[in-house]
């Protein structure tokens, strides 16, 4: 009888699970009773909407231990490493505390208001720029 040579180590029944529902991230909800252990690798894999929803649905149950890593990663990822860093920065100098998902979110409002403001600066010039190319004519 011939033995399987495959060096290769099997996925434990954990693993693969853990595998399925990161294959189906989207299709999660509440994860309230879930051990850290599991949800710490399925979170880490989750982008912005689906933490949004898994948070939203999970009732009871703060998820913040587990996903501030998560939110910090992709303020690094979306902001840029040098501004996470600053915020670090001075968080330490202020001693103070925040969730990641909290900066994140003040971070992105303040990217979008600031696109916002450009626009309405690209707008007023073009209309300037119109009022002068018709004045001149």
């Not at 703060?62 to 990822?77: A, F, M």
């Not at 208001?113 to 010039?125: G, N, P």
């Amino acid at each position: 009888m011939a033995r399987n040579t495959n060096k290769k180590n099997p996925s434990s029944l954990i693993n693969q699970c853990i595998k399925k529902v990161i294959d189906n991230l989207g299709y999660l909800g509440d994860v309230g009773d879930t051990e850290i252990l599991l949800l710490d690798p399925i979170l880490s894999q989750c982008t912005i909407q689906q933490l949004i929803h898994i948070e939203e649905s999970t009732k009871g149950r703060d998820l913040s231990e587990i996903t501030d890593e998560v939110w910090k990663r992709s303020y690094q990822t979306d902001f840029g490493v040098i501004s996470a860093s600053l915020v670090i920065e001075r968080i330490h100098e202020n001693n103070v505390s925040y969730k990641w998902k909290i900066l994140y979110e003040a971070k992105k409002k303040d990217v979008e208001d600031k696109m916002r403001d450009m626009e309405d600066t690209q707008k007023t010039c073009l209309t300037i720029k119109e009022f002068k190319r018709l004045v001149i004519e």
